[in-house]
């Protein structure tokens, strides 16, 4: 059992930076790959970014690749999500979750914990 708590989300001017956290209970944290996603008003979840166990391996969406970073402390049992650059699209909730295989990867439903999900509002 993975316990996740997202924090960080907020308001934002556009171009400006936030920095979420997860922080995840549970003993195994380290060998979870852990995930980003998304959801904005009346649209379907989205993949964010993802990081491997080890997090040797990063994985991100188009729309966010060069403005967000993924990275992860096993030691603190957080991931995090640097975003930079940030514009009106990227308004959402933002969710972080836990894969079990440790890989990574884009798809939603292969996810095996969720958190509560964090507001992040980008204002013009």
């Known amino acids: 059992q993975v316990k996740l708590v997202e924090s960080g989300g907020g308001l934002v001017q556009a171009g400006g930076s936030l920095r979420l956290s997860c922080a995840a209970s549970?003993?195994?944290?380290?060998?979870?790959?852990m995930g980003w996603f998304r959801q904005a008003p009346g649209k379907e979840r989205e993949f964010v970014a993802a990081?491997?166990?080890?997090?040797?391996?990063?994985y991100y969406a188009d729309s966010v690749k060069g403005r967000f970073t993924i990275s992860r402390d096993n030691a603190k049992n957080t991931v995090y999500l640097q975003m930079k650059s940030l514009n009106l699209e990227d308004t959402a909730v933002y969710y972080c979750?836990?894969?079990?295989?440790?890989?990574?990867?884009?798809?939603?439903?292969?996810?095996?914990?969720w958190g509560q999900g964090t507001q992040v509002t980008v204002s013009s």
């Open positions: 979750a836990a894969e079990s295989s440790g890989l990574g990867h884009a798809r939603a439903d292969g996810y095996d914990y």
């Open positions: 990081i491997t166990w080890s997090g040797g391996t990063t």
């Open positions: 549970g003993r195994t944290f380290g060998s979870y790959a």
